[in-house]
């Protein structure tokens, strides 16, 4: 059973930063890809970065510039820094690890999410 913990999500002003950490536990042999989705309201979840196995990384036009996603595969772990937060980056945001090789097959897992919230 592989399972996904986020956190690092929180309060924080426009203009200021946040961290978000996600870990994946389990009987992991490996990841092809890790990444953070958020879902605005009224809209269908979005992909805001990710990152492969090779380091290539993808991100919404939204955030470019301003969040980078990283990965430690020895800690089975995504990360992603968030700068010059805006009010819209306000949302839930939830870690994805997608095709997880484990003794019981390839799959994809999701995080429970963590809230970030940008206001004052």
């Known amino acids: 059973q592989v399972q996904l913990e986020e956190s690092g999500g929180g309060l924080v002003q426009p203009g200021g930063s946040l961290r978000l950490s996600c870990k994946a536990s389990?009987?992991?042999?490996?990841?092809?890809?890790m990444g953070w989705y958020r879902q605005p309201p009224g809209k269908q979840r979005e992909l805001v970065a990710a990152i492969t196995r090779h380091n290539r990384r993808d991100y919404v036009d939204s955030v470019k510039g301003r969040f980078t996603i990283s990965r430690d595969d020895a800690e089975n772990a995504v990360y992603l820094q968030m700068n010059s937060l805006k009010p819209e980056d306000t949302d839930v945001y939830y870690c994805?690890?997608?095709?997880?090789?484990?003794?019981?097959?390839?799959?994809?897992?999701w995080g429970q999410g963590t809230r970030v919230t940008v206001g004052s």
């Open positions: 389990g009987s992991i042999f490996s990841i092809a890809a």
């Open positions: 994805q690890a997608t095709r997880v090789a484990t003794p019981d097959g390839v799959n994809d897992y």
